[in-house]
Nanobody
Framework: QVSLVESGGGLVQAGGSLRLTCAVS????????MGWYRQTPEKQREWVAS???????RYTDSVRGRFTISRDNAKNTIYLQMNNLNLEDAALYYC?????????WGQGTQVTVSS
């Protein structure tokens, strides 16, 4: 059974920081790519960042330089460090695991940014 559990969301003022955590069970975070996505009621779910099995990280343009994706192999966990948050970053953030045959999603963690 594969499980992805996100945590770390919350309310933060613009310019502040949050660190999201995705704890994975049933699959190794080092096997394939892991990613973070986000969704608002007004937009489709969009890709935010991903980290490959070789630790290469990629980011969507709007977060590059502010967000950092990382992985703790011993804890089978990935993180998303989010700095200098702005109002457009407010969303429900999801963790995603994908391999050659399957895709798994967590339940999401809400990030709210106040002005």
């Amino acid at each position: 059974q594969v499980s992805l559990v996100e945590s770390g969301g919350g309310l933060v003022q613009a310019g502040g920081s949050l660190r999201l955590t995705c704890a994975v069970s049933g699959r190794s975070v080092t096997s394939y790519a892991m990613g973070w996505y986000r969704q608002t009621p007004e937009k489709q779910r969009e890709w935010v960042a991903s980290i490959a099995s070789g630790s290469a990280a990629r980011y969507t343009d709007s977060v590059r330089g502010r967000f950092t994706i990382s992985r703790d192999n011993a804890k089978n966990t990935i993180y998303l460090q989010m700095n200098n948050l702005n109002l457009e970053d407010a969303a429900l953030y999801y963790c995603r695991y994908s391999d050659s045959t399957s895709v798994y999603w967590g339940q999401g963690t809400q990030v709210t940014v106040s002005s």
